[in-house]
């Protein structure tokens, strides 16, 4: 397990050892720091057989086994059925009458579900229903990037668990121990905002031609070469966070570049935001990072993702003032 999960590791093994491990804990930390590992660990140790030192799973009994070839018939999960869209109030359902029945092994039942803040509000409602009135020795994982799109009404039924952001000497190191190039750790780990799961993700994807490519454009949609709405329709496929992800480094990179002086560590990327941040005030990044990051909480929600993309890139066009924005075709 990494060692930055350490702290809420502790954190779970004193309440069960205390005998007052809740019914739901709420697993909350931003995209790519672990939060599934730790999930995954909890669950482990709940369910192994024979656990070790500080309540580690053993990896040697059946139950370890079957955690470790997928089949524990006493772990479940619910994720959305497809990738970016919501979990559904049927899969919810289907989870709460699987939680009522007696587990297997006669020892706990875990669920996770991942990620949390897909859930779509009838979901929810669903899951508050089991909240309220658990079966016994069950644990609910929740696991969410973005709690605040849960309703107050779940979260004030879950004991919250942070996972915190590394400290970026400590990923660094952490992702040359993966036998990620150095240069290539500094530059994913700033696009992940200090996630190390997630820039790693990204280094291996190998994608730095499709990141290129997607800074280029928000150039040309700045500077009203390129259409935003066609921009978002070429921005669908693929459709995963790391797009938007990229965009809020780079605008947190203009931040940093007006307010101290300090220009992105790429010169690549220094040259292509040179006009920009001669042009928008700190007032206009500061709501275009709040955009972004609104934009990225809704990713998974069901919402449509080229309607949420067309309104970011559009905000983005009009950045550069009026007159560069009359090619909009919206």
Known sequence: MFTWLNKPWQQFVQSHAQGRLPHALLIRGREGVGKQVLAEQLAAALLCEQPGAEGRPCGRCQACGWLQ????????????EEEGKAIKIDQVRA???????????????????????????????????????PAADTLLLLL??????????????????????????????????????????????????????????????????????????????????????????????????????????WVQALLRWQL??????????????????????????FEMSDRITQALNATGSGLNRQMMLEDVLISWARLAGPARTRTISR
């Not at 006493?74 to 994720?79: E, H």
């Not at 029945?101 to 899951?127: C, E, F, W």
């Open 69 to 80: 070839a997928g089949t524990h018939p006493d772990l479940l999960w619910v994720r959305p």
């Open 95 to 133: 989870l709460n009458t699987r939680l009522a029945t007696t587990s297997h092994a006669g020892r706990y039942k875990v669920a996770i579900l991942q990620p949390a803040d897909a859930m779509n509000v009838n979901a929810a409602n669903s899951l508050l229903k089991t909240l309220e009135e």
């Open 144 to 249: 969410a990037a973005a709690p605040g799109r849960l309703p107050a009404t779940i979260r004030s039924r879950c004991q919250q668990l942070e996972v915190a952001t590394p400290d970026r000497d400590s990923a660094r190191q952490w992702l040359l121990d993966e036998g990620i190039a150095a240069d290539s750790a500094a530059r994913y780990l700033e696009l992940a905002g200090g996630a190390p799961l997630l820039a790693r993700r990204m280094a291996a994807a190998e994608d730095g031609a499709l990141r290129d490519q997607r800074l280029e454009q928000l150039q040309g949609v700045f500077a009203g070469r390129l259409d935003p709405v066609q921009v978002a329709k070429e921005w669908l496929e693929p459709a995963g966070p790391e797009v938007l992800e990229w965009w809020r480094s």
């Open 260 to 285: 101290g002086g300090q220009p992105p560590v790429e010169e690549d990327v220094a040259q292509k935001l040179q006009q920009i941040t001669e042009t928008v005030d700190c007032r206009q990044l």
